[in-house]
């Protein structure tokens, strides 16, 4: 194994308080921060907050304003001599590009690449497909699993190379979350071993929620800018992982990989683990209302001093009474229902402090992948889930657990759309394939309004947007959603404005009724001279001829 070292960290660091009491804030950041300021029945917005996003890395940039200069790569794991990048054959604006994201185990937790011929063959026809690329995620706990600041790109680094052989481009996902349920799951992929071990040691790194449940899906952003993971603060370990990313692929950088998207939570979404990423569809089923994540003592600290600000200290020990996630129905809760406390002073100071920590998250890590991604010609792109079951009540429970503060009143994603916007970042977001008439089993879901909403507040911003399937499916009907739910976005500003991520590469996808469903939904997708099959370009004619897309499913799964 190939490993990156890290420097170690400097020595001027935030200094946390002991539990119960407010901690005092760093020199270069307000924390806890004054997030909403409280008059009568009104409350103002948020205090912009000015962040010298240098202060957030433990190491030096390999360049001046964050640039590449200086910096080498590394071809660990590749396996044969790093060459330069090759610019792809210029591409139509036109039309959606669709994108394919790879299983959760391409690189397995050894950091090597899983099944590669398999996987050749199915970049192959993936390309001969008229496919943009493919969409990965990095996982933080498998590149930097050994120790702090060791990084192993290797079989990053072969995935990226095949793909740059067949043509396809990269989305790379820096994937700072845990998936899977349990070292008994098949695609369990925790976080670094050293975390969990912080985590032991210091329980409130992990959400907490009013029964003291913890959640180690993502460390808990309360504890941002603290020096809790051994010298270090959770945003300069991420920050330290980008530049390693930057450094190690530098030569791919615009070329091949042309897309990052930085995870800002669990299932790399910008949300709270309301509820557990792996019983999200459950939940979505069932209609849970979700739980706010705000008892460890790192949230807990920041809601006291928000609360003593606004001159209501009793409002700082907790979230809301009467938010209980037993009753389903909203309306038999005393916060969620109509004519709940959601909508009272008590409540909008509340949820504007929750929703607000998420969006201060939000934007540390918008600020540091900016600064380091700066000059690289890459775009950079960040999740937003698709919580909708439901949208169609007055309080929107489910979003507003989730942190997302969307109401009948008030809108919830423009804050999120336009902290986007003032880093030119893209916008993903899921459901494009779900219908309304799915839902019959609980009225109050509504993912078509969902994503309504969330694709005019894109154009309003003239944001890029990423759409993605949430179920892995390609039976007509969905398909044809998918295409509905993209010309909703026609008519933005950028001329390569919208693409789409199906998720994800499995089996059946190349099985022939699928397979044939799929290219042709790639068609719709994409202009005809886009997807004009680029066979004489690679080669690919005589490939197709002499192996099905049968052959290439059963390699994925024996291999």
């Given amino acids: 194994m190939t490993v990156i070292p890290a420097p170690p960290p400097p020595s001027i660091f ?24 409280f008059s009568g029945h009104r409350l103002l917005s948020p205090l912009r907050l000015a962040v ?50 790879l299983p959760l185990d391409a690189v397995g937790p050894s950091g090597q690449m899983a099944r590669k011929k398999a996987m050749r063959a199915s970049f192959m026809a993936l390309s001969a497909a008229g496919v943009e690329g493919i969409a990965v995620e990095c996982w933080w706990g498998i590149v930097e699993r050994e120790a702090p600041g060791v990084y192993d790109w290797g079989g990053y680094m072969d995935l990226v190379m095949l793909a740059q052989r067949c043509g396809l481009k990269v989305r790379a996902v820096m994937a700072f979350h845990q998936w ?63 530049r390693s990313f930057r450094d190690t692929f530098r030569d791919f950088l615009r070329v091949v990989i042309t897309e990052i998207q930085v995870g800002m939570g669990p299932a790399g979404e910008l949300r709270y683990p309301s509820c557990p990423s792996e019983k999200l569809i459950r939940a ?28 209501m200290d009793e409002w700082g020990y907790g979230g809301p ?9 909203p ?33 540390r890590l918008c600020m540091v992948a900016d600064v380091i991604f700066l000059g690289t010609g890459v775009q950079i792109s960040a999740k937003v889930a698709g919580i909708h079951w439901h949208y169609s009540t007055n309080s929107h429970p489910s979003e507003l657990t989730a942190g997302y503060y969307n109401t009948l009143i008030r809108d919830g994603y423009l804050p999120i759309a336009r902290m986007f ?79 789409f991520n199906y998720v994800r590469m499995n089996r059946s996808l190349f099985d022939s009724h699928n397979w044939n469903r799929f290219t042709r939904f790639v068609k719709r997708m994409s202009d005809i001279q886009t997807f004009r099959a680029r066979l004489d370009l690679r080669g690919t004619e005589s490939f197709l001829s002499s192996t099905s897309t049968e052959d290439v499913g059963r390699a994925l799964v024996c291999h």
């Fill in 52 to 101: 010298s996003s240098r202060l957030h890395f433990s190491k030096p940039s390999s360049g001046a304003n964050g640039s590449l200069e200086g910096s080498s790569s590394s071809s660990s794991g590749s396996g044969g001599e790093l060459h330069p990048a090759i610019p792809p054959p210029p591409r139509s604006g036109q039309g959606a590009r669709v994108f394919v994201t």
């Fill in 331 to 363: 309306e038999e809760t005393a916060f969620f229902k109509s004519d709940g406390s959601w909508n009272t002073p008590y409540g909008q100071f509340f949820l504007e402090w929750y929703s607000g920590l998420l969006l201060l998250h939000g934007e």
């Fill in 180 to 242: 899977g349920t349990g070292p008994g799951d098949p695609g369990w992929i925790p976080l670094p071993r050293w975390v969990l071990e912080e985590m032991d040691k210091e329980p409130n790194l992990a959400f907490a929620d009013r029964f003291g449940r913890r959640n180690k899906e993502y460390i808990s952003l309360g504890c941002d800018v603290f020096p809790v993971l051994r010298g270090r603060s959770p945003i300069q370990a991420y920050s330290d992982f980008m």
């Fill in 284 to 311: 979505r089923a069932a209609a849970e209302l979700g739980e706010f994540q705000c008892y460890d003592k790192y949230m807990l600290a920041s809601l006291s001093a928000c609360a003593q600000k606004v001159g």
């Fill in 421 to 499: 916007s003032r880093y030119r970042m893209t916008l993903c977001c899921m459901c494009f394939d779900m219908r309304d008439s799915e839902e019959s089993s609980n009225p109050r879901s509504s993912p078509e309004g969902f994503l309504r909403k969330l694709i005019y507040t894109a154009r309003m911003c003239k944001l890029p947007l990423t759409g993605e399937n949430s179920f892995a499916r390609l039976d007509e009907p969905s398909l044809d959603q998918v295409v509905k739910n993209a010309k909703l976005y026609y008519g933005g500003v950028y001329e390569a404005s919208l693409s």
């Fill in 14 to 37: 935030a200094v946390a308080a002991s539990p119960g009491r407010p901690r005092p804030a760093p020199s270069y950041v307000a924390a806890p921060p004054p997030l909403c300021l």
């Fill in 321 to 329: 009474i009467g938010a209980s996630n037993f009753p389903r129905n």
